[in-house]
């Protein structure tokens, strides 16, 4: 039998069998959807519509799967689920997933279980619940079978452009040319995506210092672990400036903390830093340091072309390798390509590597050896 899928607005999406749908969208009232979730069949309800019979609908769920703890990713969420709301399907719930990078699967099936399922600022997955994707990584993918899936997708609601500051300008501008969404009420957001996400800084000071209220939402999306404020910023962000989101007093009133950490988290990488060449090199990973700002390297050290660092969570010990947009001396190597080798990834000019909590000795390994190709 063939799965009927979703309403969809005319014009917009994949036909679906005439058999499994009323004539109209607006005359479905109930439906019943199959899919299969973690080898078990689960029965999922969605729109349908008996004839002359008062149109009820169940509520529908699109899960948002974004970058978790990075501004671009929670604005890539907040502009998606605008977009979503204004021209796909308005009134239904909007889940938000943060996603993160880790050693082994990154995504659970449970992350997919909405009626539509989105990825933004993320690594493709070719589950074939996913709906949507949007991405601006270099290293967008998991595997080569994982791109040549993406690459025999004709849905046309999968789009991959690592040309762009950040995933929120690459989905503002997407979903304007094919899907008519009118991004300009978001347009602080997209700015201030691609200067956060492309590191656009005038200076290493102005990334550190952070007297903009926008670096300091920054700072608290970066550092902060409760979900559901997150989520409350990002329902925020689509109806608000970025500076008027900085300004509630739920922000404010988390700052002062962090920005205290931030200020400690200088001096332990003042500490604990040694420059080779070029590059400089420190390992936090005694320290409680996930989400350190990445421009404090080279705040403290502005002769530095790059920066390798390694650090400990609790869920992955981690290489990162950046490099300094305001070097006296330029970058020469594909950062992305660098990590890629040890199954890491992101962007020409900073990329990083996940390994599984407990093999911090390997990840000091692959830090000694990067440090030594980049001083080539
Ligand atoms: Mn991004």
Redesign the pocket.
């Known amino acids: 039998m063939s799965l009927p899928g979703v309403p969809r607005k005319a014009g917009q999406g994949q036909a679906l069998p005439l058999q499994s749908y009323p004539a109209t969208p607006d005359e479905y009232i109930a439906a019943r959807r199959l899919h299969r979730d973690g080898g078990r069949l689960n029965l999922a309800c969605t729109a349908v519509r008996l004839p002359h019979s008062p149109v009820h609908k169940l509520t529908m769920k699109i899960n948002i799967c974004y ?1 978790g703890n ?1 501004f ?2 929670v604005s ?1 969420a907040a502009i998606f689920g605008r977009f979503y709301a204004d021209r796909i399907n308005p009134g239904w719930e909007q889940v938000f997933r943060p996603m993160m990078h880790r050693a082994g699967a990154l995504f659970d099936e449970a992350a997919f279980n909405g009626d539509e399922n989105a990825i933004v ?1 993320f690594k493709y997955s070719p589950s074939p619940a996913l709906t949507w994707w949007f991405d ?2 270099k290293s967008a993918f998991l595997s080569v079978e994982d791109e040549r899936h993406f690459r025999a997708d004709n849905g046309g609601r999968k789009f991959l452009d690592s040309s762009y500051k ?3 300008g690459f989905i503002a501008d997407t979903t304007a040319a094919r899907f008519g969404f009118n991004p300009a009420p978001l347009d602080e957001l997209v700015r201030w ?1 691609n200067l956060i ?1 492309g590191a656009l800084y005038q200076s290493a000071a102005e990334a550190v210092e952070m007297k903009a209220p926008e670096l300091r939402l920054a700072l608290v999306i970066e550092a902060e672990r409760d979900g559901q404020l997150i989520e409350r910023i990002i329902r925020d962000l689509q109806v608000k400036s970025p500076g008027e989101v900085a300004a509630a007093q739920y922000i404010t009133e988390r700052i002062m903390p962090l920005y205290q950490r931030h200020l400690s988290s200088i001096e332990i990488i003042r500490s604990e830093s040694r420059l080779a060449g070029p590059v400089l090199f420190f390992d936090v990973s005694g320290h409680d340091m996930e989400g350190y700002n990445k421009f404090i390297p080279y705040y403290l050290y502005p002769e530095s072309t790059y920066s390798v660092s390694v650090s400990q969570s609790p869920f992955r010990a981690k290489v990162s390798v950046g490099s300094n947009p305001w070097a006296p001396s330029p970058r020469k190597h594909d950062l992305s390509k660098i990590c890629e080798r040890y199954g890491g990834g992101g962007h020409a000019v900073v990329a990083a590597i996940s390994l599984p909590a407990g093999e911090l000795a390997e990840a000091r390994r692959i830090a000694a050896e990067i440090v030594d190709e980049l001083q080539q």
Do not use: E, M, R
């Open positions: 970058h990075c671009d990713g890539s600022d601006h990584h950040s995933c929120t995506a996400d």
